[in-house]
């Protein structure tokens, strides 16, 4: 593995370097993950004149969620606590000869900026923007099978779940539990705070859950994801509790379902990410419930839950393979509920299938 650490490295130096700068600071800790194999609690990177150096406040240490640092490159560690690594690699950097460092100024605190201008005050700094993102966008099938093993594990916590006796219990309660078992499956740990909503709460993106006690007849909508050696999976699922569904739930499911179903059918390399939004949105738009849609219908996923590209109105640029997304439409009723249908897929050309869904879980309407 460690050819395509290098790899990744060589292509941010040729990108950086082409714009006229010597060396690189990565201080985003996704971003260094992608480039060193490993991100131990503030690390930096710094891709040298002569040398590229893992930066860590103490010594990496063995735990498997962490990642191992790529063997290709030399740790170097502070030699005393409470020192700020980017300050010191590039103090490195200035000590290698470097004339100018490339930064992410838009992960760059301006405490730490002026600290590194004050440290080495002849390196011209400059700003390497979001290359390292872009790099990111694309998938290799080592980090798309990362992504389908956490999409397993989240689907078997969704599914022990749904299994058993749901009326009566809480919100908060029936989250903290779907988190346990997705450690109890070999997830690293939640891929972010998991929403569990109940009756009038369904159907809400990014619900925090309260103390609010699942009623029979009551949606419940689940959104969880899994994240397994640093990369982060998502599924949203709306059921009915305890009894058949209501005309206006079956409506309104068989809706959001439609409009999910478009949102999946129109990814494709070379679709545009805003003709994606379109094919979902226009579902429910349709349907009048403009006001009651999300800024956005899916985005990227990888070793963060949201990342690019986003798929939003608005949006510029087009779906490339390997491009692992959501299609999350969802509509929320105030003071009745609503429903969220969330999968994670991998965009593939039509020779290879289709685009991959990797969150299996069934998206019939149950009754739990």
Same mark, same amino acid.
């Given at each position: 593995?460690?050819?395509?650490?290098?790899?990744?490295?060589?292509?941010?130096?040729?990108?950086?370097?082409?714009?006229?700068?010597?060396?690189?600071?990565?201080?985003?800790?996704?971003?260094?993950? !992608?480039?060193?194999?490993?991100?131990?609690?503030?690390?930096?990177?710094?891709?040298?004149?002569?040398?590229?150096?893992?930066?860590?406040?103490?010594?990496?240490?063995?735990?498997?969620?962490? #990642? +191992?640092?790529?063997?290709?490159?030399?740790?170097?560690?502070?030699?005393?606590?409470?020192?700020?690594?980017?300050?010191?690699?590039?103090?490195?950097? $200035?000590?290698?000869?470097?004339?100018?460092?490339?930064?992410?100024?838009?992960?760059?605190?301006?405490?730490?900026?002026?600290?590194?201008?004050?440290?080495?005050?002849?390196? +011209?700094?400059?700003?390497?923007?979001?290359?390292?993102?872009?790099? $990111?966008?694309?998938?290799?099938?080592?980090?798309?099978?990362?992504? =389908?093993?956490?999409?397993?594990?989240?689907?078997?916590?969704?599914?022990?779940?749904?299994?058993?006796?749901?009326?009566? =219990?809480?919100?908060?309660?029936?989250?903290?539990?779907?988190?346990?078992?997705?450690?109890?499956?070999?997830?690293? #740990?939640? %891929?972010?705070?998991?929403?569990?909503?109940?009756?009038?709460?369904?159907?809400?993106?990014?619900?925090?859950? @309260?103390?609010? +006690?699942?009623?029979?007849?009551?949606?419940?909508?689940?959104?969880?994801?899994?994240?397994? $050696?640093? !990369?982060?999976?998502?599924?949203?699922?709306?059921?009915?509790?305890?009894?058949?569904?209501?005309?206006?739930?079956?409506?309104? !499911?068989?809706?959001?379902?439609?409009?999910?179903?478009? #949102?999946?059918?129109?990814?494709?390399?070379?679709?545009?990410?805003?003709?994606?939004?379109? %094919?979902? +949105?226009?579902?429910?738009?349709?349907?009048? !419930?403009?006001? %009651?849609?999300?800024?956005?219908?899916?985005?990227?996923?990888?070793?963060?839950?949201?990342?690019?590209?986003?798929?939003?109105?608005?949006?510029? #640029?087009?779906?490339?393979?390997?491009?692992?997304? @959501?299609?999350?439409?969802?509509?929320?009723?105030?003071? $009745?509920?609503?429903?969220?249908?969330?999968? @994670?897929?991998?965009?593939?050309?039509? %020779?290879?299938?289709?685009?991959?869904?990797?969150?299996?879980? @069934?998206?019939?309407?149950?009754?739990?």
């Amino acid at each position: 593995m460690s050819e395509v650490y290098a790899n990744r490295r060589s292509r941010l130096r040729d990108h950086f370097n082409a714009a006229g700068t010597a060396a690189a600071l990565v201080t985003r800790p996704a971003n260094v993950r !992608y480039l060193a194999a490993a991100a131990p609690h503030g690390a930096v990177l710094l891709l040298g004149s002569s040398e590229d150096l893992l930066v860590c406040a103490v010594p990496p240490d063995d735990r498997p969620f962490e #990642g +191992r640092p790529d063997e290709a490159l030399r740790v170097q560690v502070l030699p005393a606590r409470g020192g700020d690594t980017a300050v010191a690699a590039a103090d490195l950097a $200035r000590g290698q000869g470097a004339d100018s460092l490339a930064v992410e100024e838009h992960h760059l605190t301006v405490a730490r900026h002026r600290a590194i201008a004050a440290i080495a005050p002849a390196l +011209r700094l400059a700003d390497v923007g979001c290359a390292v993102e872009q790099l $990111r966008v694309v998938k290799d099938e080592e980090e798309i099978s990362c992504l =389908r093993i956490g999409a397993e594990i989240a689907d078997q916590a969704l599914g022990e779940l749904l299994e058993s006796i749901l009326v009566g =219990r809480t919100e908060r309660h029936l989250a903290l539990e779907l988190e346990r078992r997705l450690v109890d499956h070999g997830a690293d #740990g939640p %891929a972010f705070p998991t929403s569990v909503a109940t009756g009038p709460n369904s159907g809400r993106r990014g619900h925090r859950p @309260t103390d609010r +006690r699942v009623e029979e007849g009551d949606f419940l909508s689940v959104c969880l994801g899994a994240t397994y $050696r640093g !990369y982060r999976c998502e599924i949203g699922r709306t059921f009915v509790i305890g009894t058949s569904p209501a005309d206006w739930q079956i409506q309104l !499911y068989d809706l959001v379902f439609s409009a999910q179903r478009a #949102g999946r059918e129109a990814l494709a390399p070379g679709a545009a990410y805003r003709d994606v939004d379109r %094919a979902a +949105r226009h579902v429910l738009d349709s349907a009048g !419930y403009a006001e %009651a849609l999300p800024p956005l219908t899916g985005h990227g996923v990888g070793l963060e839950i949201d990342e690019d590209p986003q798929l939003s109105p608005a949006a510029m #640029g087009k779906l490339d393979a390997c491009v692992p997304v @959501t299609v999350e439409p969802g509509v929320h009723l105030p003071g $009745r509920g609503g429903v969220r249908i969330d999968d @994670t897929l991998v965009v593939r050309p039509e %020779a290879d299938g289709g685009p991959e869904l990797l969150t299996i879980t @069934t998206k019939e309407l149950l009754a739990l």
